[in-house]
């Protein structure tokens, strides 16, 4: 197989990494990639996954027999649909099917549709209307854009001056969904398809706020577990009753079938699991701790997944635990400096997986190209050995104003101890 991994995140270098190992590799290429991907494959740095023409150039150049496509931009954009035209092998979703994430409208209409439970939801096109609807509502209210927002694109509170402060900026360029407010803990659940079978996966959590005990404002995912001790059998059954099973029907009955990653993400409440949103990808810094343990050669999965063979596939998962710490630059997600010289240190275990994100070298030296700029991951079958072992390792990542959250999966364990 010859592997082109459209991305330049920490994803991509999981995604990457994971096809490294593979036995039937004969060429791994990663556009644009970055500094991490470097060490594993070929980056093409002059490669946007959005540039279509230079994606199936690289393609025809290289001799590409399998495209990854792991950031949700060029999907929404279509590049499938041109793999496709070009009879190019690639897992990720048709243009129409990426709707599910790129259009939080499309994705909540679909859900209803189907009878998937989920938030209570209004949708709005002229602040007027928006206004006069959360002035009237009392409580807190979650206020989501309705086009892709790289993560950033939901705001919840219970002032109603800032709820209409955020709403305002949205509805100048977009339309907005403005659904109730559900308490409870989230988890993400991925499934791979292959257009007609599907595979769950272990389930995660990511810690999307950027301050310890889930404060502060929404980030793109500071870190992640997998799998959720606290998720039960019983409650593993509800999610592929309710949820999982409806979902696939859906996607077969409207036409939306395809073969990639199919992402859940829920929030567990009293009244049982509901579904918040639909990607169409591997999340990140999910995808960071979630792969480490596919132990099945990824290569063989990723062509079972274009074959139509999944039903038939051998799954194997490690029984060990994930914990992943997101490093980033001093201000995110806000304004943050880049090209900041880092400094690895030769202490990090050789069993502690590094993942760059936004990285690149200059001048032979590793240099901070973003906010979010490494995930670090440590496995056990203790996941509090786990937790030991990547707060160990992180400090040995360092640039100026770095910065990590130190709580990563502890809300949910009781009896974990301080580091």
């Not at 039937?24 to 556009?31: K, N, P, Q, V």
């Not at 400090?395 to 009781?414: G, H, M, T, V």
């Amino acid at each position: 197989m010859r592997v082109l991994v459209l991305g330049s995140g920490a994803r991509e270098h999981a995604v990457a990494w994971k096809f490294s190992l593979s036995k039937r590799i004969s060429g791994l290429y990663i556009a644009p990639g970055n500094a991490g991907t470097d060490e594993i494959g070929e980056n093409l740095p002059d490669v946007s996954p959005l540039d279509t023409e230079a994606v199936l150039r690289v393609c025809r150049d290289k001799h590409i027999s399998h495209v990854f496509v792991g950031p949700e931009q060029p999907l929404d954009a279509g590049i499938i649909d041109a793999l496709t035209e070009e009879d190019i092998p690639a897992v990720g979703p048709h243009r129409q099917a990426a709707r599910l994430e790129s259009s939080k409208v499309f994705s909540k209409r679909f859900m209803n549709t189907y009878g998937i439970p989920t938030a209570d939801a209004r949708e709005f096109v002229n602040f007027q209307d928006f206004k006069q609807y959360v002035v009237n509502t009392s409580g807190s209210l979650v206020i989501k854009k309705n086009g892709l927002a790289a993560g950033k694109g939901v705001f919840e509170s219970d002032d109603t001056e800032e709820l209409l402060r955020f709403g305002r900026s949205v509805l100048k360029d977009d339309t907005l969904l403005v659904e109730e407010f559900l308490q409870g803990w989230e988890i993400s659940v991925f499934a791979i398809t292959d257009g007609n079978s599907y595979i769950v996966l272990p389930h995660c959590a990511d810690f999307k706020k950027a301050g310890e005990d889930d404060t502060g404002p929404n980030t793109g995912g500071m870190g992640a577990i997998c799998p959720v001790p606290i998720v039960t059998t019983s409650l593993k059954q509800e999610i592929r009753t309710c949820i999982i099973e409806p979902t696939f029907r859906g996607l077969r009955e409207s036409g939306l079938s395809y073969k990639g990653v199919v992402y859940f993400g829920l929030m567990i409440t009293e009244n049982g699991p509901k579904l918040l949103e639909y990607n169409v990808r591997f999340g990140d810094p999910e995808a960071q701790v979630l792969l480490p343990l596919i132990q099945s050669d990824f290569g063989n999965l990723s062509d079972s997944i274009i074959r139509g063979t999944l039903d038939t596939f051998p799954l194997r998962v490690s029984d060990n635990s994930a914990v992943g710490v997101v490093i980033a630059s001093g201000g995110y997600p806000d304004k943050y400096n880049k090209m900041l010289p880092v400094t690895i240190s030769e202490k990090i275990a050789n069993d502690v997986c590094v993942f760059h994100a936004s990285t690149v070298l200059k001048n032979g030296r590793i240099h901070t190209n973003g906010g979010r700029c490494f995930t670090v991951v440590g496995t056990n079958k203790d996941i509090i050995k786990a937790y030991t072992k990547v707060y160990n390792a992180v400090p040995e990542i360092s640039f100026r104003q770095s910065w990590y959250r130190k709580d990563i999966a502890k809300k949910f364990f009781y009896d974990l101890q301080e580091v």
